[in-house]
């Protein structure tokens, strides 16, 4: 046999394809719903890797003898990666690790003693940033790719009891078949950017679970979905409604539809209730809200009352932590939101952390959750759609039971084309088969041909997402007098994004651009105008903090969007915040 030739992983531009087949989605995702969990979070060893020079040369097959016994020279050691602090983004960690786009090599142990035969254990990770690969005790277990959305593993015969080594391999890599691709008006942060667990399970678990208030707001209805095809009998217990049902399994899965006694969840009074499912040995609880949403005509209707959007559009962008959302800055963005008189927020444009939508729920706001199918994706390419899809499925898996997501956003800002249209209507009757509760939208963009709202994709939606922005990247707002006076959407229209720049500090008389006093004159003009409108049903302003992006750099911008009606501190209020405040105050049904 020929001795093994050290350089032969010079010459395999292939060395990516193996791991491609091991690749999770939302089939294989295992929400925590509630159950113990045992933290990875904390020190990792990161080793960056531009060149992909962990998968040419296999760095995960490496023991871990001591340098001074190494009998081949190496090209990565474990010990030698700097130590950081999981979830984080390494883009804000070091200075010279800011515009990093490549691979990083994530290494940890940890102990473990394997449960009695039969007990699964499932490996959690948040979200990284874009794709990444899991390495334990040196095998390959599984990757996923989606920036934005949690995925879980089975790891359980590859931990051994004892000692065991994890690797992850993250890589943020921007690309024209991704989703978003390479062109967005965000920051390209990289990393295990959200928490990561081990989650012991018996044999056969709950791998879904829902409680839906069906429309009238009469009647919920339970589903439960088993990890297997077992004939077995779920229970479902609400102790504050004196509820307590069995729910028969068949093939997997069952639901059963009781009356609903209980307090309707709304904005005004966010009331939850502890729901317990459990099947066999498997329990899980989770605080649930229970309300009706349904776009009727050209209004939005919450628990069978006509409802008016107000509220702002947010990234997922901190000075200090990138991409980590903690919560106490989800609970400050919250109370911004709430001292604008606001009910609403559009998570832009990704799908944000888990308890984004916990924490809604319990503050009571209304929430538009999305995937990136940003601008111009790769409508053409099946590899992309299967992307997309999956991404909206996971997210859809995670959030289902968050009475505060009243709507899936499928994209945003993208041409109306043939590819486009047959790419998007199909992630519509995605997001609907996969949950039919809740509204479907996307941000649209205006057909310029008509100057109406008009796009092809509106007749797959419930509700027409409108980016607009006459007064800022069109001068003046005649454009918006006739766009609106032009259009007949019959559907409601919620203004997915409207806003103008404003250096905070900068200010100026008239139309002067990025002063202070010019953003607070646009929402002026703006809303007066939205609001006397019939067919909209809410308005996300263009944003609440200005936020990171590489592609603005005058001096006004310096690497940041400047649309925030409070500054990257997201303490230093804009003249148009209290502006904002005043138009939502005065926006009746
Ligand atoms: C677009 C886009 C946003 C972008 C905004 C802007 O509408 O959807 O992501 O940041 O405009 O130009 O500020």
């Known amino acids: 046999?020929?001795?093994?030739?050290?350089?032969?992983?010079?010459?395999?531009?292939?060395?990516?394809?193996?791991?491609?087949?091991?690749?999770?989605?939302?089939?294989?995702?295992?929400?925590?719903?509630?159950?113990?969990?045992?933290?990875?979070?904390?020190?990792?060893?990161?080793?960056?890797?531009?060149?992909?020079?962990?998968?040419?040369?296999?760095?995960?097959?490496?023991?871990?003898?001591?340098?001074?016994?190494?009998?081949?020279?190496?090209?990565?050691?474990?010990?030698?990666?700097?130590?950081?602090?999981?979830?984080?983004?390494?883009?804000?960690?070091?200075?010279?690790?800011?515009?990093?786009?490549?691979?990083?090599?994530?290494?940890?142990?940890?102990?473990?003693?394997?449960?009695?035969?039969?007990?699964?254990?499932?490996?959690?990770?948040?979200?990284?940033?874009?794709?990444?690969?899991?390495?334990?005790?040196?095998?390959?277990?599984?990757?996923?790719?989606?920036?934005?959305?949690?995925?879980?593993?089975?790891?359980?015969?590859?931990?051994?009891?004892?000692?065991?080594?994890?690797?992850?391999?993250?890589?943020?890599?921007?690309?024209?078949?991704?989703?978003?691709?390479?062109?967005?008006?965000?920051?390209?942060?990289?990393?295990?950017?959200?928490?990561?667990?081990?989650?012991?399970?018996?044999?056969?678990?709950?791998?879904?679970?829902?409680?839906?208030?069906?429309?009238?707001?009469?009647?919920?209805?339970?589903?439960?979905?088993?990890?297997?095809?077992?004939?077995?009998?779920?229970?479902?217990?609400?102790?504050?409604?004196?509820?307590?049902?069995?729910?028969?399994?068949?093939?997997?899965?069952?639901?059963?539809?009781?009356?609903?006694?209980?307090?309707?969840?709304?904005?005004?009074?966010?009331?939850?209730?502890?729901?317990?499912?459990?099947?066999?040995?498997?329990?899980?609880?989770?605080?649930?809200?229970?309300?009706?949403?349904?776009?009727?005509?050209?209004?939005?209707?919450?628990?069978?009352?006509?409802?008016?959007?107000?509220?702002?559009?947010?990234?997922?962008?901190?000075?200090?932590?990138?991409?980590?959302s903690t919560e106490a800055d989800v609970r400050r963005r919250f109370h911004h939101v709430k001292e604008l008189g606001g009910n609403f927020l559009r998570l832009s444009h990704y799908p944000h952390h888990e308890h984004v939508a916990r924490i809604a729920d319990e503050m009571g706001l209304l929430l538009w959750a999305e995937i990136p199918v940003y601008w111009a994706i790769a409508f053409d390419n099946p590899e992309t759609y299967a992307d997309a899809e999956n991404q909206l499925r996971e997210l859809i898996a995670r959030d289902i039971n968050r009475a505060s997501v009243i709507l899936w956003g499928v994209g945003n800002e993208n041409a109306d084309t043939d590819a486009r249209l047959a790419f998007m209507s199909r992630l519509a009757q995605a997001a609907r088969r996969t949950d039919p509760t809740r509204l479907v939208g996307a941000a649209c963009l205006i057909n310029r041909e008509t100057f109406a709202i008009e796009d092809r994709l509106a007749e797959h939606l419930d509700v027409i997402g409108l980016n607009e922005y006459f007064g800022w990247y069109e001068p003046d707002f005649s454009g918006l007098d006739r766009l609106l006076a032009n259009s007949n959407p019959g559907k409601p229209v919620i203004v997915s994004e409207t806003g103008a720049d404003a250096l905070s500090g900068h200010r100026g008389a008239g139309r002067v651009l990025f002063t202070e006093d010019w953003q607070a004159e646009f929402y002026r003009q703006q809303v007066r105008r939205l609001a006397a409108t019939p067919y909209v049903a809410g308005i996300a302003a263009w944003l609440l903090y200005d936020f990171r992006t590489e592609r603005r750099q005058t001096g006004f911008q310096k690497g940041f969007n400047r649309k925030g009606l409070i500054a990257e501190d997201k303490t230093t209020r804009k003249l148009a915040f209290a502006v904002l405040a005043g138009l939502f105050a005065e926006w009746r049904t």
């Not at 691979?103 to 699964?120: L, N």
């Not at 049902?245 to 939850?272: C, H, M, Y």
């Not at 309300?291 to 008016?308: C, H, Q, S, V």
């Open 1 to 324: 046999m020929a001795a093994e030739d050290p350089f032969q992983h010079l010459h395999d531009e292939d060395y990516a394809r193996p791991y491609l087949a091991g690749l999770v989605g939302a089939e294989a995702y295992v929400p925590i719903h509630g159950r113990p969990v045992f933290s990875l979070d904390g020190d990792w060893r990161l080793t960056l890797d531009l060149f992909d020079e962990g998968l040419r040369q296999k760095w995960f097959l490496l023991d871990e003898t001591p340098p001074s016994q190494w009998s081949h020279p190496r090209d990565y050691e474990i010990e030698a990666g700097e130590l950081v602090s999981v979830p984080s983004c390494w883009n804000v960690l070091k200075p010279e690790w800011t515009y990093f786009e490549g691979a990083a090599w994530y290494t940890r142990h940890v102990d473990w003693q394997r449960g009695p035969a039969g007990e699964r254990s499932i490996l959690n990770i948040g979200a990284a940033n874009y794709s990444a690969l899991v390495f334990v005790n040196g095998s390959y277990v599984g990757g996923h790719r989606g920036g934005s959305t949690p995925f879980s593993l089975d790891v359980t015969d590859n931990l051994r009891d004892g000692r065991n080594r994890l690797q992850i391999m993250v890589e943020n890599r921007r690309s024209p078949n991704r989703v978003p691709m390479q062109h967005i008006d965000w920051f390209n942060y990289g990393g295990l950017y959200r928490d990561i667990s081990l989650m012991r399970l018996p044999a056969v678990f709950i791998r879904q679970a829902q409680a839906m208030l069906l429309p009238g707001g009469r009647e919920v209805r339970f589903s439960v979905v088993l990890s297997d095809a077992s004939n077995t009998t779920a229970q479902v217990d609400i102790p504050e409604l004196g509820l307590s049902l069995s729910v028969p399994i068949r093939n997997g899965k069952g639901e059963v539809t009781t009356p609903f006694a209980g307090q309707l969840w709304s904005p005004d009074a966010p009331r939850l209730y502890d729901v317990q499912f459990s099947c066999g040995a498997d329990r899980i609880s989770e605080r649930i809200g229970f309300r009706t949403i349904e776009a009727r005509g050209t209004d939005i209707l919450l628990n069978g009352e006509t409802i008016r959007l107000k509220g702002v559009c947010v990234h997922e962008d901190d000075l200090a932590l990138g991409k980590v």
